[in-house]
């Protein structure tokens, strides 16, 4: 048997735990997770950034400053020569289109193009009356070039507030003050009547052999057409078929003259019998014949 104390002094010393605490362990799990780096890389940064320009920006003068700054910086640029547009051109209208498309262009030139709506005046510009299309751009130069398809007027339409040209369409072109302005165009009237335009222009090319003693188209009760001649004569015509019906009266017409005689009115509304109203001179006469013929 050893003495204690020599058995204690050959004891081999405890070995170090390689193992890492358990603290140290999270923090290598969390900085191995990809979230957390990226938060390290950017969010920190940013942060950091965005509280120095915040405490920077916190003083009025610094911001009134750095907007006045920014501000003459774009000027400098806008108005540079090349940027400048100094006059505007309108081809494809004339007249009082021509000046109200001009009028419409509230701007002084010289004028900045980014100060000019392109897009905003294009539509104005087709919102016009007598306006069908317009295309706007800026030509190099320095030209504002506004370019209109004008709608051309087909029939003079009579309303309520007095005579409109419209188009084939049916859309106001412009407003006149008499017939004598445009007696080139025929006349049309009745509530809804410039929606059928092309019908109405039917019909009067069907009045091509009476076209003389045409006055007018009147639209009824916006189903049917009255056509109106010289005379205060009327041909009603029917709600469907109204191009065929009138050209049955033209052809008894040509057969019978019956326009041509003392009649005030040709119903042509119900197709299997047309009526005709004489006028009421013509009509005493007739009873005046009658009672002759009877006795």
Request: glycine content about 6%; some cysteine.
């Amino acid at each position: 048997m050893f003495p204690l104390s020599l058995r204690r002094s050959s004891a081999k010393p405890a070995k170090a735990d390689p193992a890492p605490s358990r603290w140290s362990w999270r923090m290598q799990r969390l900085m191995l997770t990809p979230g957390f780096r990226l938060a390290l890389r950017a969010g920190v940064p940013f942060c950091l950034t965005l509280m120095a320009a915040t405490i920077y920006l916190s003083n009025e003068e610094r911001r009134e400053a750095i907007a006045l700054a920014v501000s003459d910086a774009r000027r400098s640029i806008e108005e540079r020569p090349e940027f400048m547009v100094k006059l505007m051109a309108v081809d494809g209208a004339t007249g009082a289109l021509a000046a109200n498309v001009r009028a419409l262009v509230p701007v002084e030139f010289p004028v900045s193009s980014f100060d000019l709506d392109v897009t905003t005046l294009r539509q104005q510009i087709t919102d016009l009356d007598g306006v069908k299309n317009a295309s706007v751009r800026i030509k190099p130069g320095g030209i504002l070039q506004v370019d209109v398809t004008p709608r051309i007027p087909v029939a003079v339409w009579r309303t309520e507030d007095g005579l409109v040209l419209v188009d084939e369409g049916g859309a106001r072109v412009e407003v006149v003050d008499s017939r004598a302005a445009r007696p080139d165009l025929p006349l049309i009237a009745g509530q809804g009547a410039q929606a059928k335009v092309p019908e109405a222009l039917r019909l009067i090319n069907a009045t091509a052999p009476i076209g003389k003693r045409l006055r007018g188209l009147v639209r009824v009760g916006e189903r049917r057409w009255d056509v109106v001649l010289d005379r205060d004569q009327r041909i009603m015509l029917p709600e469907t078929g109204a191009v065929q019906a009138l050209e049955r009266v033209i052809a008894l017409e040509g057969a019978q003259e019956v326009l041509s005689r003392d009649v005030l009115v040709v119903d042509m509304r119900l197709a299997q019998r047309p009526t005709v109203r004489m006028s009421e001179e013509a009509t005493k006469q007739w009873w005046q014949i009658k009672q002759i013929s009877g006795q």
